[in-house]
Nanobody, 123 residues
């Protein structure tokens, strides 16, 4: 089993920044691809970013390219999502997820999920 706990969410004004963190425990963090997903009220869950365990493959959804950066520290069992130039439409609950194998954009491909952290961007 892999346990994931997110932190770093909060309320920020448009144009501001937040850094989300996802801490993993349980099975070794290495060899798991990690993803960030978000879900806004009344909307379906949406892929945000994903990273391979080697840091060599990284994917972003188009709406966050150039603004968000995903990274991981395998020694600390942590994956980060640096979010800059935030917009009101980025408001959502952000969850991290883990899967064995390569990173994927489909949430159904992931085996383990955190509870999520709320990000609210005011206009």
């Amino acid at each position: 089993q892999v346990q994931l706990v997110e932190s770093g969410g909060g309320l920020v004004q448009a144009g501001g920044s937040l850094r989300l963190s996802c801490a993993s425990s349980g099975r070794p963090f290495t060899y798991y691809a990690m993803g960030w997903f978000r879900q806004a009220p009344g909307k379906e869950r949406e892929f945000v970013a994903a990273i391979s365990w080697t840091n060599t493959s990284i994917y972003y959804t188009d709406s966050v390219k150039g603004r968000f950066t995903i990274s991981r520290d395998n020694a600390k069992n942590t994956v980060l999502l640096q979010m800059n130039s935030l917009k009101p439409e980025d408001t959502a609950v952000y969850c991290c997820a883990a899967r064995q194998g390569g990173p994927r954009t489909g949430g159904y491909k992931y085996d383990y999920w955190g509870q999520g952290t709320q990000v609210t961007v005011s206009s």
